[in-house]
């Protein structure tokens, strides 16, 4: 058990469309300082939990504490600005803009606002220069320094993938949604998202909330993990102790399919 | 010559207000149906306080800038938060009654016989009459308009913009306030056509409701989209292009074809030929956004 | 009495704007296309029907099937002709607005320069009135209410019967899902296109009787039927047509404590209104936001 207190703390969430019961009393912790994974069956209700913590759904009932403060039915940007950063199922770069600027765009400079643009105030220019670097910085580290002018649109999959990651990393968040982030990623790929997710926590001292079906990376990379099934939280534990389970194996090969 | 400078004064007057439409459209993502109507309550402000309450030029252009910007903020708050198509129809409303309002409210905006009798500006004791002095001063306006454009779209605000126009949710997860965001540019927008709709009044030192309708607004959206949204050369072009066509026209075209009914018809049919064939534009912008 | 009389007079405005808010919220639902074209569609139904009543002596109910033809003529061929096109460029959902406010701006300058830009008028005596209760209702408003009746009865045993129906259902929830399992996306279009714009022309058939046709009649009831769409639940027919008489209703009650002139705005009111408290409509089905 953990001695500090985890960072996000879902307790009896729920959320209904029309009269389906996309997430029910879902309840589960993610720890402090590591990798927690997702995991489930298609149509479980693995996204809709994220569209709730991150404010784009609303929690028709229960609560989401972030840090000890209660956040459910925070908007997004609220959310994001309170240091939680999310990635999507799609890379959904910014298509038209540079793969510079859809970095930057992710770095919430305080000197955004209307009049420092009109009046280009010298200290907002200094920002705006720190953010740049930083934003360069990352690129590199994701090896996508040298097509910073280009349009992200005209990027590979795999490269709008890291892109979109770089994007989210850039205000420093303390907790990472990521949902999916291996899909369409080849062998080399997947080597370098897993050793990012890695260094985020070990470097950074990040939490990542990971949605993942590419079990290998789930068994090799997290500390904890949640089985969703049909919207409830059917078991927890260590990797290990989930793989084993009988909810496990009736979750993916029994009687319960997606709905 | 006075003809040349007429036809030069009308274009810059327009380019100014399709910079501010193309802050909207082509930048943050906005379809604004209404910007012609925000053009028209500025341009009325102006002529009211003139000639009715005998306020001078200045003063007078920066009321109708925040009295426009005010029912843009009033607006926008209720309309920009919905998604979608909400927004787009509340905006096509608002410019439709915008007319009917300033035609019922006659004690006030002397309906359908207009404003007449707008005094010409004075810069310290200098007189803008017609002329040349009124093409610079009107130049210098539209380029401030430029100005404040060119400095939004390429600072950390532009790339808010972008963001909000490329895809809104993500923007929102990065922590962008979509909302707030979209009603500061709208109202913005809607400023710097109220300033332009004061100069409109100082040069034709008329207003007439129609002189701001729906027709006017199809006309700007021509304007907007032929020279391209994402482009201050374009909102040069669109204007230069779809103002001298017509008085070539006049000068050579058909007799008897009454030119003003048939104008209509073409911005419409251009505005579909655009966007089937050439919806970035006739004048292509640089790839990127500039930053 | 001069209530009730606004009411009847409302509900006959409203059963016009409930014809031209069904077949727009058809379409919408069907193809997500803010088809504003819509309006230049009822005028031409208008003009068409003046044409083969007042200008070619045909019976009134041969001028309307004539009326319905040529705005389905119209709406399809505007489908096929530039939404289309549009599609298959995978254009921005916002062009195929654009794109269709030009149709519109194109068809009434058409229309104006044929026609002329007077109203015309199916009749020069005023309308035939019948007294019931001391209520006047005159022939439009009962040929309205029986249509509607009739009609939209008619339009919903289609779509929840025929195949046809089931097809259109099946696309508005789900385009991809449908093209999957071989319902024709192109085939459904163009009935519905032809069907939406045929309820237009009847609204226009309507209303040639009650306030003449001019050109640039399309904006104005564009927008109303667009504000019945919202008010009814942008999702759900009924809900499109209700919203019509609704708004009809309230505009006609606004004629008691305000002028005529006025009208337009209370229809505005009505939508922000909606828009402030319950953009879902009163039956709750949000517009859909459509992306590229």
Same mark, same amino acid.
């Given at each position: 058990m953990n001695a500090v207190a985890p960072i996000l703390s879902l307790s009896g969430l729920c959320h209904s469309f029309g009269g389906l019961r996309a997430v029910d009393q879902v309840t589960f912790d993610v720890t402090t300082g590591g990798i927690t994974s997702l995991i489930g069956p298609n149509g479980a209700g693995k996204t809709t939990v994220f569209n709730i913590v991150s404010g784009v759904l609303a929690a028709h009932a229960g609560n989401i504490h972030f840090g000890g403060q209660p956040i459910e039915n925070s908007p997004p940007h609220r959310v994001a600005a309170l240091g939680i950063g999310r990635t999507f199922q799609a890379p959904r770069v910014f298509p038209e803009m540079s793969v510079l600027n859809n970095v930057? @765009?992710?770095?919430?400079?305080?000197?955004?606002? &209307?009049?420092?643009?009109?009046?280009?105030?010298?200290?907002?220019?200094?920002?705006?220069?720190?953010?740049?670097?930083?934003?360069?910085?990352?690129?590199?580290?994701?090896? &996508?320094?040298?097509?910073?002018?280009?349009?992200?649109?005209?990027?590979?999959?795999?490269?709008?993938?890291?892109?979109?990651?770089?994007?989210?990393?850039?205000?420093?968040?303390?907790?990472?949604?990521? $949902?999916?982030?291996? @899909?369409?990623?080849?062998?080399?790929?997947?080597?370098?998202?897993? $050793?990012?997710?890695?260094?985020?926590?070990?470097?950074?001292?990040?939490?990542?909330?990971?949605?993942?079906?590419?079990?290998?990376?789930?068994?090799?990379?997290?500390?904890?993990? @949640?089985?969703?099934?049909?919207?409830?939280?059917?078991?927890?534990?260590?990797p290990e102790e989930v793989r084993n389970s009988p909810a496990m194996l009736e979750a993916y090969l029994g009687k319960k399919h997606s709905a | 010559m006075n003809y040349?400078?007429?036809?030069?004064?009308?274009?810059?007057?327009?380019?100014?207000?399709?910079?501010?439409?193309?802050?909207?459209?082509?930048?943050?993502g906005i379809l604004s149906f209404a910007h012609a109507s925000f053009y028209g309550i500025g341009a009325y402000v102006t002529a009211m306080l003139t000639v009715y309450a005998g306020w001078d030029w200045l003063p007078a252009v920066a009321a109708a800038v925040v009295a426009t910007a005010a029912i843009a903020f009033l607006i926008g708050v209720p309309t920009l938060r919905l998604g979608g198509d909400y927004f787009i129809l509340a905006l096509f409303g608002f410019q439709l009654i915008v007319v009917?309002?300033?035609?019922?409210?006659?004690?006030?905006?002397?309906?359908?016989?207009?404003?007449?009798?707008?005094?010409?500006?004075?810069?310290?004791?200098?007189?803008?009459?017609?002329?040349?002095?009124?093409?610079?001063?009107?130049?210098?306006?539209?380029?401030?308009?430029?100005?404040?454009v060119r400095r939004i779209v390429t600072s950390p605000l532009g790339g808010k913009l972008h963001a909000i126009r490329d895809d809104e949710t993500v923007a929102a997860a990065l922590g962008i306030n979509v909302a707030r965001t979209k009603t500061m540019i709208f109202t913005v927008a809607a400023a710097l056509a109220a300033v332009i709709g004061g100069m409109t009044a100082f040069y034709f030192r008329f207003v007439e409701a129609n002189a701001f309708n729906s027709e006017v607004m199809i006309l700007l959206l021509a304007m907007a989209f032929v020279g391209g949204t994402r482009s201050l050369w374009g909102a040069v072009a669109g204007p230069t292009i779809l103002v001298l066509f017509p008085e070539i026209f006049r000068f050579i075209g058909p007799v008897g074809v009454d030119l003003a009914k048939v104008q209509q018809g073409l911005y419409g049919l251009l505005l579909v030929l655009l966007m089937l064939f050439r919806p970035l534009g006739l004048i292509r912008p640089r790839e990127r956004d500039s930053q | *009495?001069?209530?009730?009389?606004?009411?009847?007079?409302?509900?006959?405005?409203?059963?016009?704007?409930?014809?031209?808010?069904?077949?727009?919220?058809?379409?919408?639902?069907?193809?997500?296309?803010?088809?504003?074209?819509? +309006?230049?569609?009822?005028?031409? +139904?208008?003009?068409?029907?003046?044409?083969?009543?007042?200008?070619?002596? *045909?019976?009134?109910?041969?001028?309307?099937?004539?009326?319905?033809?040529?705005?389905?003529?119209?709406?399809?061929?505007?489908?096929k002709l530039v939404y289309r096109p549009l599609r298959a460029r995978k254009s921005e959902h916002a062009s195929s607005m654009i794109a269709s406010i030009g149709v519109l701006t194109l068809g009434q300058s058409v229309l104006g320069i044929v026609f002329g830009t007077d109203s015309l008028a199916m009749q020069t005596e005023p309308l035939k009135t019948i007294s019931v209760f001391g209520l006047y209702l005159n022939y439009v408003h009962i040929t309205a209410a029986v249509l509607a009746l009739v009609i939209f009865s008619a339009i919903q045993v289609l779509l929840v019967r025929s195949q046809f129906g089931r097809a259109i259902r099946a696309f508005s929830d789900n385009p991809k899902l449908s093209r999957v399992f071989g319902i024709n996306s192109d085939h459904v279009n163009t009935l519905v296109y032809g069907l939406g714009s045929g309820l237009a022309a009847i609204a226009a058939c309507l209303i040639s009787f009650d306030s003449g046709i001019r050109p640039d009649v399309g904006f104005s009831m564009m927008f109303t039927a667009l504000v019945a769409v919202i008010v009814g639940g942008a999702g759900y027919l009924p809900g499109a047509a209700a919203g019509g008489f609704l708004v009809g209703l309230l505009q006609g009650l606004s004629l008691w404590p305000f002028s005529a002139r006025w009208q337009e705005v209370t229809v505005f009111a009505v939508l922000i209104a909606f828009l402030l408290i319950r953009p879902q409509g009163l039956f709750g089905y949000s517009m859909m936001i459509r992306r590229a």
């Open positions: 930057m @765009v992710g770095s919430r400079l305080r000197g955004e606002g &209307l009049l420092s643009a009109i009046l280009q105030i010298p200290s907002h220019g200094r920002e705006v220069r720190e953010a740049r670097k930083r934003s360069e910085e990352l690129l590199g580290a994701f090896g &996508l320094l040298h097509r910073a002018h280009e349009t992200a649109g005209r990027l590979s999959f795999g490269e709008q993938r890291f892109l979109s990651i770089a994007r989210t990393l850039v205000a420093r968040p303390s907790l990472i949604l990521m $949902d999916e982030p291996t @899909v369409g990623l080849d062998d080399v790929g997947l080597a370098k998202l897993t $050793d990012l997710m890695r260094r985020l926590v070990s470097t950074y001292g990040a939490t990542v909330l990971l949605i993942e079906h590419h079990m290998e990376t789930v068994m090799s990379i997290s500390q904890k993990v @949640v089985l969703l099934v049909q919207g409830a939280v059917v078991t927890t534990g260590t | 040349l400078l007429h036809v030069a004064t009308v274009i810059l007057l327009y380019a100014g207000l399709v910079a501010s439409l193309n802050l909207l459209i082509g930048h943050a009917d309002v300033i035609l019922n409210l006659d004690d006030v905006t002397n309906g359908p016989f207009g404003i007449r009798g707008i005094p010409r500006p004075s810069v310290s004791d200098y007189g803008l009459a017609s002329g040349w002095p009124f093409l610079i001063g009107t130049a210098v306006v539209t380029g401030v308009v430029f100005l404040i | *009495m001069l209530v009730a009389q606004l009411v009847i007079n409302g509900l006959g405005a409203g059963a016009i704007y409930a014809f031209v808010a069904l077949g727009f919220a058809l379409i919408y639902n069907a193809t997500g296309v803010l088809h504003l074209a819509h +309006g230049a569609v009822f005028a031409l +139904g208008g003009y068409a029907f003046y044409t083969a009543v007042v200008l070619l002596k *045909m019976p009134i109910p041969v001028g309307c099937l004539v009326a319905v033809c040529a705005s389905a003529v119209f709406g399809i061929a505007i489908e």
